[in-house]
């Protein structure tokens, strides 16, 4: 099949699913005190044609230009040439009116998705594209297109932060851009740069995919149904149990001379780099270790991932005499970098937490002397530890008395050994 075929294949199949999952109305009006300017005979009137918007099959959304003269203005999307069905500000049914202020006259384009009933205009909103090599793929007639509105990001709660997801796209290495006002005169790349090399990104198993976009730094980020290197730690896949085998092993403390199997996850192809950070008691210094995939696409062995697959970055720790060490983790994807360490406050092992800050509580991780021998009495002795102090009264004035309710219960005065 030939890549225009398969454009043409693409385009028509999402063609027939909108039309059969989000059946769209008769007609879309830009109703307000606008509509005298751009030609109605008077305004609020959601049967003017002159303010219809135009459905675009091809980008899926109703869109429309009028030339205003400067002034300050509202309007609605009334559908279906009543106010039965209508949308305001935030996308809300039977919403505030939107405001539209303009300094000067100008054509101002309107635009109306009947999928999110976000109504809007090129004054009020950033219009926004994600032009790449998948365009293709969720009907656009091709890839690289700044001026497909299938990729339009958008805002209708009015957050400031614009986003799209796809419909499922197959697995595959992607490309894609920001760009401006549907053409390519202003366009952002990796880290919000203008013009700047395009974001790549990867899917690693069919799903949708949704691209969110901070007009402030201009930077887009991607967010597959798999993971990828998109400058983002995904902390629900990152994992360390220092009592499992899986991720230690041998467990517990080793004689000097052995080797330690040190082990932690990752979702499949989130990271670029772990590495352990290791502190040596011996020496009193620290050490980062790079730490290598030993599996990679595999399972992440914990029930609420059953649908996702893990990597195992792997490092082994030896030492040829006793000694203690602690360690934990860096985790790093791009120019995002996170932390794993121990959570427990005795630091006695066990599932760790991971952090946006160094948290220097390690794991132990101890070599002994495998020539020591305890003393074969201490087996199986009973031993008693007494604490002194535990029977001095310091304070005599607060001793409890019989009858003294204390948590709900009376106090009660028995003999020593009762």
Not at 43 to 65: F, M
Not at 112 to 138: L, R
Not at 381 to 389: L, W
């Amino acid at each position: 099949m030939t890549r225009s075929v398969r454009h043409l294949v693409w385009a028509t199949f999402f063609l027939l699913t909108t039309a059969a999952f989000a059946a769209n109305p008769a007609s879309v009006t830009v109703a307000g005190d606008l509509q005298s300017e751009a030609g109605c005979g008077g305004d609020w009137d959601p049967t003017c044609a002159a303010t219809h918007l135009t459905y675009d099959a091809t980008d899926d959304v109703w869109q429309g230009t009028f030339n205003l003269p400067a002034g300050n203005y509202q309007y609605k999307a009334a559908l279906n040439d009543s106010w039965t069905e209508n949308y305001g500000l935030n996308a809300a049914p039977g919403g505030a009116n939107i405001p539209l202020n303009l300094a000067s006259g100008t054509a101002v384009k309107f635009y109306f998705d009947y999928k999110s009933h976000w109504i809007t205009d090129n004054v009020n909103s950033v219009i926004a594209t994600v032009p790449g090599s998948y365009q293709a793929a969720i009907g656009c007639p091709g890839d690289w297109q700044p001026d497909c509105l299938r990729s339009w990001l958008e805002d209708p709660k009015g957050t400031g932060t614009y986003s799209f997801t796809t419909p499922d796209l197959p697995p595959g290495n992607y490309e894609a851009k920001v760009a401006i006002n549907e053409n390519w005169n202003t366009n952002y790349g990796q880290g919000g740069v203008p013009g700047g090399a395009n974001i790549p990104f990867t899917v690693t198993i069919t799903g949708p995919v949704t691209f969110t976009y901070d007009p402030n730094t201009h930077v887009l980020t991607v967010q597959g149904p798999g993971s990828s290197h998109d400058n983002n730690v995904e902390y629900d896949g990152l994992r360390h149990d220092s009592r499992d085998a899986l991720y230690r092993s041998p467990g517990g403390a080793v004689p000097a001379g052995s080797d330690v199997k040190v082990r932690f996850r990752t979702f499949h192809n989130d990271v670029t780099d772990v590495k352990m950070r290791l502190f040596d008691l011996n020496s009193n210094a620290e050490d980062f270790r790079d730490m290598k995939i030993a599996a990679s696409n595999v399972s992440c062995f914990q029930d609420d991932l059953a649908k996702k697959t893990c990597d195992y970055w792997e490092t082994t720790v030896h030492s040829d005499v006793p000694n203690n060490y602690w360690y934990r983790f860096i985790i790093t994807d791009g120019t995002r970098t996170a932390y794993y360490a121990d959570d427990t406050p005795a630091l006695d092992g066990g599932l760790g937490k991971a952090t946006d800050t160094i948290v220097d509580n390690s794991y132990a991780l101890m070599f002994y002397d495998k020539n020591f021998k305890s003393a074969a009495w201490a087996k199986d002795a009973v031993i008693y530890q007494i604490f002194p102090d535990r029977f001095r009264n310091g304070r005599a004035n607060n001793d409890p008395h019989t009858g003294d309710v204390r948590y709900d219960d009376p106090v009660l005065s028995l003999p020593w050994g009762t």
